[in-house]
């Protein structure tokens, strides 16, 4: 069978600026791996017909096209980003191909808050598919995507790999930054002086599932239990809000933000922000416990102070529950005083994450072979007729 997986370019656009591009390419390239799969296609409804500079196609063996090139070179088709045209899903279907919606962001947040907050919002036909597949965190929205979509939901694995991490590792190295916890920990201690950690908070603040307002509130905890514990905090994905009262109530509200130990900062790509300013990462979400932005942390090392149950699951990580912040200061304690000590185990769980999630994994090839197998289970594509 041929594959085809919608993508969205534009004008500026970068791997780092979310993880859905990233992830795109790490299910092309497991589908590349299955022996009944002919090829993988991306389909273009975005403005610039091409990936990110970080994605190159040519070596990958993938090609971008836009959905009428796409019309006979795919037989199966994945809406993941960007929305594809619902009158060419419904000829694609008439014809015998088969459509899947691959829901890779939060299917309850991603409806109401637009109607809430009166945020520009886009919803397509919900019919317009033969199934939809959803990551494990959003298993307990699949009865309601089910109501809505009128068509069955199946859990999919959830992938990542670390080609990009490297990669962006490999660029900053070339102007003489290294990677990870121990580097970030010798520079800062530098001189003999042992100081508090350099928190970093990655949540991206455009929906309630990852705010950084509870990874504040633990960083501040931390800091009125020992001063010494924080050295600087860092909350990136905030200058669209700079001026907003609740925002500026809450930070004037923090011994941090008064004693001069916060900076604010727009969007960074977590390993050039990791290896400038920080040494510590604190995270904080609500039915979204899957985030790349932890496996990016977790692959240097570097402590994680979060409240992802699925992590917890894997011993990974420095854990604290659901929106609980004095126990996250604890945890972020907790990591100064005994992370060093117990890094060997901190990694050998980090690597338990990223077995159960590279994409090419025995299980997880299985997991999208068997899915691919049943949807198609009606069709001829799979011995190569078509």
């Not at 009166?118 to 397509?124: A, G, L, T």
């Not at 597949?133 to 699949?142: G, H, Q």
């Not at 660029?171 to 290294?178: H, L, P």
């Not at 899915?371 to 799979?382: E, G, K, Q």
Request: a negative charge; charged letters at 20%; hydrophobic letters at 40%.
């Amino acid at each position: 069978m041929r594959i085809g997986i919608s993508v969205i370019s534009h004008q500026g656009q970068n791997i780092w600026q979310n993880g859905l591009g990233q992830n795109i390419i790490f299910l092309a390239r497991l589908f590349q791996r299955l022996p009944f799969v002919r090829g993988v296609t991306l389909i273009d409804v975005g403005d610039q017909g091409v990936m990110p500079e970080q994605v190159d196609t040519a070596t990958l063996g993938l090609t971008v096209m836009s959905q009428r090139e796409a019309s006979d070179q795919v037989d199966v088709i994945i809406e993941m980003a960007g929305a594809l045209d619902t009158q060419w899903l419904a000829l694609m279907r008439a014809r015998g191909k088969k459509a899947v919606y691959y829901c890779c962001g939060h299917p309850f947040a991603g409806l109401a808050e637009p109607a809430v907050f009166e945020k520009p919002s886009h919803f397509s036909r919900a019919d317009r598919c033969d199934e939809i597949w959803s990551l494990p965190e959003y298993r307990l929205f699949a009865s309601f995507q089910r109501t809505l979509h009128r068509c069955p939901v199946f859990t999919v694995p959830y992938l990542w790999h670390p080609q990009f991490v490297r990669q962006r590792i490999a660029e900053v190295e070339t102007q003489g930054y290294r990677f990870g916890w121990e580097a970030a920990r010798a520079k800062s201690t530098a001189g003999g002086a042992h100081k508090g950690l350099s928190v970093a908070i990655f949540e991206p603040n455009i929906s309630v599932a990852k705010t950084s307002t509870i990874s504040m509130l633990a960083c501040d905890e931390a800091y009125r239990a020992d001063r010494s514990s924080i050295e600087a905090m860092h909350v990136l994905n905030t200058l669209h809000m700079a001026n907003h009262p609740t925002m500026l109530h809450l930070a004037n509200s923090l011994d941090l933000v008064r004693e001069h130990k916060s900076t604010f900062h727009g969007r960074h790509d977590i390993v050039g922000f990791m290896v400038q300013h920080a040494d510590t990462v604190v995270s904080h979400q609500w039915t979204n416990d899957q985030n790349y932005s932890y496996l990016d942390a977790l692959s240097g090392d570097y402590p994680l102070i979060h409240n992802s149950e699925w992590l917890k699951e894997f011993g990974a990580g420095y854990y604290y529950p659901e929106f609980d912040a004095v126990q996250g200061g604890a945890q972020l304690r907790h990591a100064l005083a005994h992370h060093d000590a117990g890094l060997v185990d901190y990694h050998s769980a980090s690597q338990r994450v990223f077995d159960a999630v590279d994409p090419f994994a025995a299980h997880n090839l299985q997991g999208y072979a068997d899915r691919l197998l049943d949807l198609c289970r009606d069709t001829d594509f799979v011995d190569g007729r078509h």
